[in-house]
């Protein structure tokens, strides 16, 4: 089992940056996949980042590709979600997830976070 606690988000201008983290905790994660997902409204959840536990392996989707980071630190069991040039399309609730599949990565799911970007 493993549990998945965020913190960060909320609101900002259009422009600006914020950091979502994800703190991991209960078993090994040696194997597991990290991503971050997000919904917005009237969608179901979209992966947009995801890292391998190692850190090697990273994938973006192509809407925030070049914006968005996803690292790992692997002494504290935290991964995170950089955002920067963030539009007021990035709006939604984010979650972070983790599992063994590398391409959707959601056997345990964080508690979501909203982020909003205003215009």
């Known amino acids: 089992q493993v549990q998945l606690v965020q913190s960060g988000g909320g609101l900002v201008q259009a422009g600006g940056s914020l950091r979502l983290s994800c703190a991991a905790s209960?078993?090994?994660?040696?194997?597991?996949?990290m991503g971050w997902f997000r919904r917005t409204a009237g969608r179901k959840r979209d992966v947009i980042g995801i890292?391998?536990?190692?850190?090697?392996?990273?994938y973006y989707a192509d809407s925030v590709k070049g914006r968005f980071t996803v690292s790992i630190d692997n002494a504290k069991n935290t991964v995170y979600l950089q955002m920067n040039s963030l539009k007021p399309e990035d709006t939604a609730v984010y979650y972070c997830a983790a599992g063994r599949n590398a391409a959707v990565p959601d056997d345990y799911w964080g508690q979501g976070t909203q982020v909003t970007v205003s215009d």
């Open positions: 890292i391998s536990w190692s850190g090697i392996n990273t």
């Open positions: 209960g078993r090994t994660f040696t194997g597991l996949y």
